[in-house]
Every structure is written in structure tokens, then in C-alpha cells.
């Protein structure tokens, strides 16, 4: 009996805290992001976000502990259709997570128009190269329907590998093998470009 009231009055102070914590991150966000101007933040506290992730393929490998604690630097936005979540050319560095919805990745060549070079949808991340290496953007990123998106920042994943680095290390490693998978697949189209 008394281990259940401890884990109501627990469960009770942590969502509590963690709609507290939620308006702050909120008001951090709005502020933080001129740069998303294709973005608008929604309000979730920290169990939301948790759950939200754990419903993606992408977090199939990090238990709910890890998740949970993920959230902390995670904030939940969403793009109309037709807006611009990524401009070619700029630094800002923040990774994002489709939930719903779908993007196309458009490159510019030297005095080219913009060509489309992929699309992603649901459980899958893109700019994830600018966390890493901090140049700019090589691609723009639409928004091909109302999408829902999980984006972590450059700040975020700095604070992130300060507080939690084991955790941080997880998600470098899955970006790591993200970018590699990806280098895999342009080598393979490269070849069959060359050779055919």
C-alpha cells in the first residue's frame, strides 16, 4: 500500500515538473528560433514527448528511461505545407525527426534551379550532418504536407552530451550510422552512374 501512494505522489510531482519544465522549453524555443522561420513550436510536456518518439521506428533501440530523458532537449514543431524547414547555405545546426508527414531535400547547383535529390517521411531525420560538422546547409528541405517533426538543436545536443553523455554517445553513434548508410547508397548510385 504504501510503495502504490509513493509511486501515485511520484508520478503526480512528475508530471507536475514536467509541465513546468514543458513552458520553459516552450518559451526557449520561440525565442531561439528566428532561424525555422517555417516552424512553429508546439506546447508538450515530457512525458508527451517521450511518447511521441517512442511511437517512431527511430527510437526502437533507446529503452523508455532513455527516451524520457532524450525529451528533456527535444522540441515538438510542425511545418505547413510548402514551407521551408531548411535553407541551403545557412549554419544553423539542428537535427529533425519526422513524426508524420513528408519532405522533399532540394539542392541548388551553381546557377541551377533547385532540384529535388530525395524525399523522407515518417521515422526518418535529416539534417543531422549540421550537428556534426557545423558547415553550412548543403540542401533545402520542404515541407510536402502538413508534417510533424521532433527537432533537436546544436545547443540541445550540447547540453545533452554534458548532462548525459552515455546518452549522447547512443545518438551520435546512431547518426553516425545514418550518415554512413547514406554515403553507402550515393557510392552504389555513383558507380552505376559511371558505368552505365
Known amino acids: 500500500m504504501r510503495d502504490r501512494e509513493y509511486s501515485a505522489s511520484r508520478l503526480i510531482f512528475t508530471k507536475r515538473l514536467c509541465a513546468i519544465l514543458a513552458a520553459v522549453a516552450?518559451?526557449?524555443?520561440?525565442?531561439?528560433?528566428?532561424?525555422?522561420?517555417g516552424l512553429a513550436a508546439e506546447a508538450h510536456n515530457l512525458l508527451e514527448i517521450s511518447e511521441i518518439v517512442e511511437g517512431t521506428k527511430w527510437a526502437d533501440d533507446l529503452s523508455a528511461k532513455?527516451?524520457?530523458?532524450?525529451?528533456?532537449?527535444?522540441?515538438?514543431?510542425?511545418?505547413?505545407?510548402?514551407?521551408?524547414?531548411?535553407?541551403?547555405?545557412?549554419?544553423?545546426?539542428y537535427l529533425c525527426l519526422i513524426v508524420d508527414g513528408r519532405v522533399s531535400i532540394?539542392?541548388?547547383g551553381t546557377g541551377r534551379a533547385a532540384t529535388q535529390i530525395?524525399?523522407?517521411?515518417?521515422?526518418?531525420?535529416?539534417?543531422?550532418?549540421?550537428?556534426?560538422?557545423?558547415?553550412p546547409r548543403s540542401a533545402y528541405v520542404i515541407a510536402d504536407e502538413p508534417t510533424r517533426l521532433v527537432v533537436l538543436t546544436g545547443?540541445?545536443?550540447?547540453?545533452?552530451?554534458?548532462?548525459?553523455?552515455?546518452?549522447?554517445?547512443?545518438?551520435?553513434?546512431?547518426?553516425?550510422?545514418?550518415?554512413?548508410?547514406?554515403?553507402?547508397?550515393?557510392?552504389?548510385?555513383?558507380v552505376d552512374y559511371l558505368t552505365s
Open 26 to 37: 516552450q518559451d526557449e524555443i520561440v525565442r531561439g528560433m528566428p532561424w525555422a522561420s
Open 66 to 93: 532513455e527516451i524520457l530523458a532524450l525529451s528533456r532537449y527535444l522540441h515538438v514543431c510542425t511545418a505547413e505545407a510548402g514551407s521551408v524547414i531548411v535553407r541551403q547555405g545557412r549554419r544553423e545546426a
Open 106 to 108: 532540394m539542392k541548388e
Open 118 to 135: 530525395g524525399s523522407v517521411g515518417a521515422g526518418r531525420i535529416f539534417g543531422e550532418m549540421s550537428l556534426i560538422d557545423g558547415e
Open 155 to 190: 545547443e540541445g545536443f550540447a547540453h545533452l552530451s554534458s548532462e548525459v553523455p552515455r546518452l549522447a554517445v547512443k545518438v551520435l553513434l546512431k547518426i553516425s550510422k545514418l550518415i554512413s548508410q547514406r554515403l553507402r547508397q550515393t557510392s552504389g548510385a555513383l
